[in-house]
């Protein structure tokens, strides 16, 4: 293996944003280990493709400490002695439920994969980058919701709204060492977590976007790459925002 090849982490890689950006993470040449509950046949057909240990895959639950305990060490091993680079923090649930009436297991799920399983990645991946004279990067998504809110997301903004407030502080106690921490707010996207809106919500907010549309997650995408190159090596501590314009 190439010990100069740069090695990424992402969490939530099986489907929808976490997979489409392994993907050009494997067109620019990056490595790249993820990690999800199941494995789906989307996921799998890309491992088939890259049969050369550039990209593999960790069973691994978000939300559970053992298990993310477990997804990092597992993951760093992999690695080895080549250069680990960055770590991408994707994994997210959502429960759509008026606060009130919200079990109160719903909220705590959201809020232990959303934002402190981010932060206890976040922890474990920076004990190896801080060894590291090389630097390296933490990509937290986040969501326009953290900042605006939205009618039965409660939860999930204040998860949303926790992580970037971890990812400003995260980049003022790791800048000197070179490790830039970002967030990346989508707006709302064609996923599986915006299926279950209904149309007349759709509607009300494809005409609430200046441009016009539902984003993708290859309108996405980019911008979480380019935070991981030499480009973006003087952004850190910033949420930056691809919503279409809805937020403007």
């Given at each position: 293996m190439n010990a100069d090849q740069k090695c990424v982490l992402i969490t939530g890689g099986s489907r929808g944003l976490g997979l489409a950006t392994i993907r050009h993470l494997m067109d620019e040449g990056y490595a790249v280990a993820t990690c999800s509950r199941q494995?789906?046949?989307?996921?799998d057909a890309l491992i088939a493709t890259h049969g050369d240990g550039t990209l593999t895959w960790f069973p691994c639950s978000v939300g559970d400490e053992a298990q993310e305990t477990a997804f990092v060490s597992s993951a760093l091993d992999w690695v080895g002695d080549r250069r680990f680079h960055a770590l991408i923090n994707n994994a997210a649930v959502a429960r759509d439920?008026?606060?009130?009436?919200l079990p109160n297991v719903d909220s705590q799920r959201i809020l232990e994969v959303n934002l402190l399983g981010s932060l206890r990645l976040a922890r474990l991946a920076l004990r190896r980058m801080l060894a590291s004279p090389h630097g390296g990067r933490i990509v937290n998504i986040s969501s326009i919701i953290g900042s605006r809110?939205?009618?039965g997301l409660a939860a999930y903004s204040a998860s949303k709204a926790g992580l970037d407030g971890l990812t400003r502080a995260l980049a003022r106690e790791v800048g000197r060492r070179q490790i830039t921490v970002n967030s990346v707010a989508p707006g709302y996207l064609e996923t599986e977590m915006s299926s279950g809106l209904e149309q007349r919500q759709r509607s009300q907010i494809v005409n609430r976007?200046?441009?016009?549309r539902l984003g993708t997650v290859e309108d996405v995408v980019p911008l979480i790459v380019f935070l991981l190159g030499d480009g973006a090596r003087f952004i850190t501590g910033q949420t930056l925002t691809v919503d279409g314009g809805i937020s403007c």
């Open positions: 494995r789906t046949d989307a996921l439920g008026i606060l009130a009436t809110g939205y009618t976007t200046p441009l016009g």
